[in-house]
């Protein structure tokens, strides 16, 4: 079991004053976690910028600490990763703990399966019910050989000095992560790894690689490496992680009286689905200062609060806003009329089942919900107070607290310390803009 867990902790949460201010949220889960992975296998050294600070992300860094990787944290928010090159990692003593993670634990299945030695992946309680066959599947395919707990769960026993062999391979399920463990597989493969996908995902993986100087070939959909090539170190700037902005554009959209500048938050289009799907429920939120950070478009987003109305979700948006479905949640739950979710099966797979966390927390706070096995139906309405369970699961936790904005009374938010995992110093950016949130 774990090390990292997290010792549970509860909020109480209330509607506060309008939501005002500028606020900039922390660097992107996503791209942290690659940042750290090419950069210890590059030759020479990499300096990261707007790092996450998160328990997720460091447990990464940690695991590479323990193959032998130098990480220096000369400044909070920063890395520098004096990289060993593509085949020196070392073996590491003990289990390499992912904590919460799904994503450091399946790219590290991939990356780890072209090593020479064996590594032994753990995670934590919730980690180590997520399933694992979606990764372990596609790389036995390419000669990996990697054993499992049963039902396919963690601990992932990898074991090394396997020969592997490049694949063409089609995902079942839409998955940036099974993409990328392949891709990292691939870059140990011997000849080209091609993954096409049924719906685009993001692509921060092969868009990391090419930063990193690996040729890869990449469209919407389709993504292709060959292997034998090396990693040349270069200097990472992570932008800030729509899926944490996603909480106070639905909640400054929701709370009367609000307006709320995000400073260059990260906004790549396999990531804003959510900004689609809160325009089309009547959202006020511009765009500006468009740029580039670090080869990724970021932009200031103003938002303001403005009356939501229900939609039905086009479910080609689904890949798009994957980790915003619990906001989204909130969102219809304040809007008026019914939203529909559909074609969102893979919720019930994320750090809990967020379809079934989600309804019946909100469900405890008034609001009609129709749970559909892959996805729900939100009659919106209004929100009184009650004691939710966010299930230890971080983005859960944050969008009740983004809920209980609007609620009648006091709403008890248990099981909250997972926040940390994401979103470090949550609570106190929140109130900082005027959130009723304390520790319960
Ligand atoms: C992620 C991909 C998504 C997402 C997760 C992060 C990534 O998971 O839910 O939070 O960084 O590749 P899936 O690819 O399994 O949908």
Not at 349 to 371: H, N, P, Q, Y
Not at 377 to 397: K, N, P, Q, W, Y
Request: glycine fraction near 12%; aromatic fraction near 4%.
């Amino acid at each position: 079991m774990s090390s990292t867990q997290a010792s549970r902790e509860d909020w109480i949460a209330a509607p506060g004053s309008p939501l005002r201010g500028e606020l900039q949220v922390p660097g992107d889960k996503s791209i942290s976690h690659r940042a750290i992975m090419l950069a210890a296998l590059a030759e020479g050294s990499s300096r990261i910028d707007g790092f996450l600070e998160g328990e997720d992300t460091r447990a990464t860094a940690r695991v590479f600490a323990q193959m032998g990787v130098r990480i220096e944290t000369p400044d909070p928010q920063r890395r520098i990763v004096h990289g060993v090159g593509l085949h020196g990692l070392q073996a590491p003593a003990g289990v390499l703990d992912c904590g919460n993670s799904g994503t450091g634990m399946r790219l590290l299945a991939g990356l780890l399966a072209g090593q020479r030695f064996d590594s032994v992946l753990v995670g934590d309680a919730s980690l180590s019910q997520r399933p694992m066959r979606r990764v372990t599947g596609p790389l036995a395919r390419m000669g990996a050989v990697v054993e499992t707990a049963a039902g396919d769960r963690p601990p992932l026993r990898i074991n090394g000095n396997k020969k592997l062999q490049a694949v063409d391979y089609e995902l079942e399920i839409a998955s940036a992560q099974v993409k990328s463990a392949l891709l990292l597989a691939g870059i140990y493969a011997d000849g080209e790894t091609c993954v096409r996908e049924p719906r685009p995902t993001r692509d921060y993986t092969e868009r990391m690689l090419a930063a990193f100087g690996w040729p890869v070939d990449f469209a919407p959909g389709v993504a292709r490496v060959t292997g034998g090539g090396r990693l040349v170190a270069t200097d990472v700037q992570v932008p800030a992680d729509f899926s944490s902005a996603a909480f106070f554009l639905v909640a400054a959209s929701v709370v009367p009286g609000s307006e709320l500048c995000l400073r260059r938050v990260g906004m790549n289009p396999r990531r804003t689905g959510l900004l689609q799907a809160l325009r089309a429920m009547g959202a006020d939120i511009r765009e500006d200062n468009r740029s580039e950070q670090g080869g990724e478009p970021v932009a200031d987003l103003h938002v303001r609060h403005a009356p939501l109305h229900g939609i039905e979700v086009p479910e080609a948006l689904v890949p798009d806003m994957i980790d915003e479905f619990p906001a989204l949640f909130v969102a219809a739950a304040c809007a008026s009329g019914r939203t529909v979710v559909r074609g969102a099966a893979e919720l019930r797979v994320k750090e809990s089942d967020r379809i079934a966390t989600m309804a019946a927390g909100l469900r405890t706070l008034g609001i009609r919900v129709d749970e559909q096995p892959d996805g729900a139906v939100i009659e919106g309405g209004r929100l009184r107070g009650g004691e939710v369970d966010a299930h230890g699961d971080h983005r859960i936790a944050m969008s009740f607290a983004v809920a209980a904005q609007v609620a009648d009374g006091d709403v008890r938010v248990n099981d909250v310390a997972n926040v940390a995992t994401s979103f470090p110093g949550f609570e106190t950016l929140a109130d900082s803009i005027g959130f009723g949130l304390r520790a319960g």
